[in-house]
């Protein structure tokens, strides 16, 4: 493994070229010649977007995440939608803290009395 | 009863991932993002005062627990100064404890300020509501779970 890795590593350096790839420096050009930073409805949709889409993809696949009950789906959910908040907020999508944290707490509610209307249901 | 329980204490879980994740999200954003503006800036300060459990000295639940626990020199000095820098140490983590409780009870109030946060500017008008709204989720919560019955 070794030797082969030397061979290659050889072999880079015959043909006397330099890799210049700053990732980095990529994705800057990219956000300031698209131009997307936003605060308002454009974002907020975008994040909804996101997070209904992963909802649904998560909701249908609970078996595999092993999400056995509503709690768990619903404390999974609200560590991958601040994840997806922060990172629509890292790229300067949805370029709001207030706005970010408002749809949260709208989540936060509906799994606070979604879990308590679940409870009640199961025992009925 | 047991199933009672259970359901407060699901609620409470939900209620105490959310204050980690705010306080999380609130200590990230000015680290990652140097120019927030004036808006956010104000409604960041906020939070911070709503989520952290501020004290008398103006210190957040966490500094009130750090400055709380060291004890210097507790083994090397006499022994009645051991005895009571030990039961000092208990003290601040029952009283860390009962903080975070307290914290954990009052998230509606912080969820109703942030909800209502846009469309009212005024902090005397959030803070009351938000009272209001506290009361009502426990009372709501009370009876949901004792009175309609989770059997």
Do not use: H
């Not at chain 2, 209620?15 to 200590?27: D, G, K, M, R, V």
């Not at chain 2, 300060?45 to 210097?72: A, R």
């Not at chain 2, 005895?83 to 009870?105: C, P, Q, R």
Request: hydrophobic letters at 50%; a negative charge.
């Amino acid at each position: 493994m070794a030797n082969n890795l030397s061979e290659v590593f050889n072999t880079l350096n015959a043909m006397n070229t330099t890799f210049e790839f700053n990732s980095t420096e990529i994705i800057a050009n990219a956000i300031n010649y698209s131009n997307v930073q936003s605060d308002n409805w454009i974002g907020i949709f975008i994040f909804i977007l996101l997070g209904l889409s992963l909802f649904i993809f998560i909701n249908k696949n609970k078996n595999n995440f092993k999400l056995n009950n509503d709690l768990q789906m619903s404390l999974f959910m609200l560590n991958v939608l601040i994840d997806v908040g922060f990172i629509i907020y890292q790229f300067r999508i949805l370029a709001n803290v207030q706005l970010v944290i408002f749809i949260y707490t709208a989540f936060v509610g509906l799994c606070v009395f979604s879990v308590i209307q679940k409870d009640k249901e199961e025992v009925n | 009863m047991a199933n009672n329980i259970k359901t407060i204490v699901k609620v409470f879980m939900i209620f105490f991932l959310f204050q980690i994740s705010l306080s999380a999200i609130l200590t990230a954003i000015p680290l990652i993002n140097n120019d927030i503006s004036e808006e956010d800036k104000s409604f960041i300060l906020f939070l911070n005062d709503k989520t952290n459990f501020i004290g008398t000295d103006g210190n957040t639940l966490l500094d009130d627990f750090v400055q709380g626990m060291p004890n210097e020199g507790i083994f090397n000095d006499t022994l009645l100064n051991t005895f009571l820098g030990i039961y000092k140490i208990i003290a601040a983590s029952i009283k860390f404890i009962i903080e975070l409780v307290l914290d954990i009870l009052i998230v509606p109030n912080i969820m109703m300020s942030i909800l209502l946060y846009n469309f009212i500017g005024n902090s005397t008008i959030l803070s009351v509501s938000g009272i209001v709204v506290n009361i009502g989720f426990y009372s709501f919560l009370y009876y949901i779970v004792f009175k309609e019955g989770i059997r």
